[in-house]
């Protein structure tokens, strides 16, 4: 687990915490089901709807691990 102190303009901000977990799970002999979680995000307040969204769309966490993935095969 790590803690995300990024604020909605993308800049560190020490006040603000929420938490990014990551686990792995064997999914067969040769596959590994990979999950991220991130949590905490009400810190964000008014803007907490709008980072979820951000967060859960393509161009974030799915298309990092998307990345991931793509490089363990390679």
């Known amino acids: 687990m790590l803690a995300w102190q990024i604020s909605g303009e993308w800049a560190y901000d020490a006040d603000l915490w929420t938490e990014v977990e990551v686990t792995f799970e064997a999914d067969g002999p040769d596959r590994t089901r990979v999950q991220l979680e991130h949590r905490g995000l009400d810190a964000y307040g008014d803007k907490a709807q709008e980072m979820r969204d951000m967060f859960d769309g393509p161009g974030a966490w799915r298309a990092?691990?998307?990345?991931?993935?793509?490089?363990?095969?390679?």
């Open 64 to 74: 990092t691990l998307e990345r991931f993935a793509e490089a363990a095969v390679a």
